[in-house]
């Protein structure tokens, strides 16, 4: 595996820190959007087209964070043939709070218990759908720190995204995103470019202690994504102006630097929106854009816009969607098929997005490629950064094991079970009615679970949660191919939240 730290030992920078292995997953269930709008008597095209979603998937009440977790880390284990010895750092991001002491991280400590290794640092995150990327980036730190011990960090992002009955429940989702970190790492983070922007907002919070609901300003909340991306982008070039300086490099940056732009998903439309806004940034900071032809064409109108006055200017946002169009097929749109078909899922929403990119190219139309990615989390806290795909696109590498460990990332979408809204309706108002009940047995099926899948067994009367897993089918995780027929019987592994 890459990441390994020379025999000689050698107290040096850790070359090229970042993502070597992802591992994804997506509950095995899902409802149809287009049926979603019949069901809620809305008009034809407002999910599917307004908001750019095709399918949501969902728990039933045999899931939580905790579950979504285990299954996640186990998996990226298991493909990858590592010892649980190898890690010293996971971390966990997740805004799907089950516990207001007890962090999933420690429920996440059992699958370490027969290797011994309990010497792992790193806790929970939480902030929104940031505390993903805060949890990865305390991992690339500590990689490239003084207290670095040579083992890989661990990174699990996960969360399931639920609303009450209303506008917003469409935009619902769930999953997790598991991520190894070290040296030598087919995903590089770039150094020193990160540009971040933190402020005050209520634009989207869950106040309610007892809840799994939001409380969303939807328009508040747009406004503080958008504005957050236009400050970001802003640090971003600036800190790459910069660099390129001190190399001797003389050129204005814009999104023709990355080849790839993927994006916080809460809808596939806000994406396509973020992208035109980004060309906007580009337009404005240009100080002689080319009006007459090319991607600026017929945009002289718009000159001497300002940002902050444009959120909801249909004018601007209509002129830069056309003017974006094709950089959006280009650079964006791969990255949305798993937003667009499991809709919504917090945390490892961008992550997604970015499993989604390596699941639909080759590694060489992968290797050498800049990513720009941006993360965003309500109240607000958003960071926008790159990465920088390996030139190494041979056969065996490291990139063509992570392209291969997604390449089964369509079939497993498509290998999910389609359940009628009434019945998500039904698993939804279980779910309020039981999420934090003591002595409660789930009722969700089992057999309606993808093997491999840890679940919920029973929360006894102080509740202390327990799991089993439903048991792999041979070779799952050896050949990145996991859309197998649904069959498995439960592990005889079960971990609760204190005993195994």
Not at 42 to 51: E, M
Not at 237 to 264: C, P, T, Y
Not at 305 to 319: G, I, L, N, S
Request: proline share 4%; with cysteine.
């Amino acid at each position: 595996m890459p990441g390994s730290v020379p025999a000689s030992g050698e107290a040096t920078w850790p070359k090229d820190v970042g993502i070597i292995a992802l591992e994804v997953y997506i509950p095995a269930q899902f409802v149809d959007q287009a049926e979603l709008e019949q069901h809620d008597g809305v008009a034809a095209g407002k999910y599917t087209i307004g908001l750019g979603q095709a399918r949501m998937g969902f728990c039933s009440d045999r899931e939580d964070i905790n579950s979504l977790c285990l299954t996640a880390v186990q998996g990226l284990m298991e493909r990858n043939s590592l010892s649980y010895d190898s890690i010293g750092r996971l971390e966990v991001g997740t805004e799907t709070i089950i516990d207001k002491s007890k962090s999933v991280k420690t429920v996440l400590m059992q699958l370490f218990e027969e290797s011994g290794n309990t010497d792992v640092e790193g806790i929970d995150t939480t902030n929104a759908c940031y505390g993903g990327t805060a949890a990865l980036f305390n991992a690339v730190n500590w990689v490239e720190s003084s207290s670095w011990d040579g083992r890989y960090a661990l990174v699990v992002a996960g969360d399931i995204a639920v609303y009450a009955t209303g506008s917003a429940r469409p935009t619902g989702g769930a999953g997790a995103v598991a991520m190894l970190v070290g040296p030598n790492a087919p995903l590089a983070f770039d150094r020193g470019i990160r540009g971040t922007h933190m402020q005050h907002a209520y634009d989207f919070y869950k106040p309610d202690m007892v809840s799994e609901y939001p409380v969303v300003d939807g328009k508040l909340s747009i406004q503080c994504y958008l504005s957050a991306l236009d400050r970001c982008y802003s640090v971003y070039r600036n800190k790459i102006h910069a660099q390129w300086q001190k190399e001797g490099i003389e050129k204005r940056f814009s999104l023709d630097d990355f080849g790839f732009m993927v994006f916080h998903s809460p809808y596939c439309k806000l994406v396509q929106k973020s992208l035109a806004r980004l060309v906007l940034n580009d337009f404005l900071g240009d100080p002689n854009p080319n009006t007459e032809s090319g991607r600026f064409s017929g945009l002289e109108a718009f000159r001497e816009v300002k940002p902050e006055e444009t959120y909801f200017d249909r004018d601007v946002e209509k002129a830069f969607m056309k003017a974006s169009t094709e950089m959006y097929v280009q650079k964006t749109k791969a990255s949305l098929l798993l937003s667009n078909q499991n809709g919504n899922m917090y945390t490892p929403s961008v992550y997604g997005c970015l499993a989604s990119v390596i699941a639909v190219h080759t590694p060489q139309e992968l290797a050498g490629q800049r990513i720009g990615v941006f993360s965003y989390g309500s109240g607000f806290a958003a960071t926008l950064y790159s990465i920088r795909v390996t030139q190494d696109a041979t056969p065996g590498s490291a990139l063509d094991t992570m392209v291969a460990s997604l390449s089964d990332l369509l079939t497993r979408l498509d290998s999910r079970r389609k359940v009628s809204p009434d019945v998500f309706a039904e698993n939804m108002k279980l779910r309020e009615e039981t999420h934090h009940l003591a002595s409660y047995i789930p009722q969700g099926s089992v057999d309606d679970l993808f093997p491999g899948t840890w679940y919920l067994t029973h929360v006894d009367e102080k509740h202390r949660r327990q799991y089993a897993r439903r048991a792999p089918w041979i070779g799952q995780f050896e050949h990145g191919d996991r859309a197998h027929p649904q069959s498995g019987k439960e592990d005889v592994v079960t971990i609760t939240n204190g005993e195994h």
